[in-house]
């Protein structure tokens, strides 16, 4: 498979901050926020690959500055890295007061997302070319994240086994 480029998968979304997206604060609840994340991970995905995708994992998501009712959030999301048949991409949302003209990062967020045939079957994505320095700078720590994650799904079947899907009173 040929290898494209970050650009190639770029995907922007933005949204108008209105009240029914906020909490008693009159700030984005963080859950809207991950939704956002999650959408324009997948079409940046299924950009690269050309085929639907499904969510494997979500890196953490710190939240760096609120988003304010009125504001206005902008996500950018691209593939940094592929392994066989799934796929890194990274997200960064910035929010804006439309009226001061104010921008500040939100957050950054990694997601690896794995592309799907027909059959829902994991199916073989084309790697990734870096070209800016900051895309190579990601492309670079991605083994190690991905590594990471694996890591961490393991420790989540784990945990996973132990709890089962059985409540803890309802234990004998």
């Not at 949204?15 to 994340?37: A, C, E, K, Q």
């Not at 694996?150 to 132990?162: C, Q, T």
Request: glycine share 6%; with cysteine; charged share 25%.
């Amino acid at each position: 498979m040929k290898a494209k480029t970050c650009i190639d998968s770029l995907a922007i979304k933005n949204s108008h901050v209105l009240p029914p997206d906020t909490n008693s604060h009159g700030t984005l609840f963080g859950g809207r926020l991950m939704g956002y994340i999650d959408d324009v991970a997948a079409i940046a995905a299924t950009r690269h690959c050309r085929s639907p995708v499904v969510t494997a994992s979500t890196d953490s998501v710190d939240f760096l500055h609120p988003v304010y009712e009125g504001d206005t959030i902008c996500l950018e999301a691209f593939v940094t890295w592929t392994h066989n048949t799934s796929m890194e991409i990274f997200v960064k949302a910035i929010t804006e007061n439309l009226l001061t003209g104010d921008r500040k990062l939100c957050t950054t967020a990694f997601l690896s997302m794995v592309a799907v045939d027909e059959n829902n079957k994991p199916t073989e994505v084309p790697p990734v070319q870096p070209v800016s320095e900051e895309e190579k700078w990601l492309h670079e720590g991605a083994p190690k994240r991905h590594e990471a994650r694996k890591a961490r799904r393991k420790e989540s079947k784990g945990m996973a086994d132990m709890f089962g899907t059985d409540l803890p009173w309802n234990k004998a």
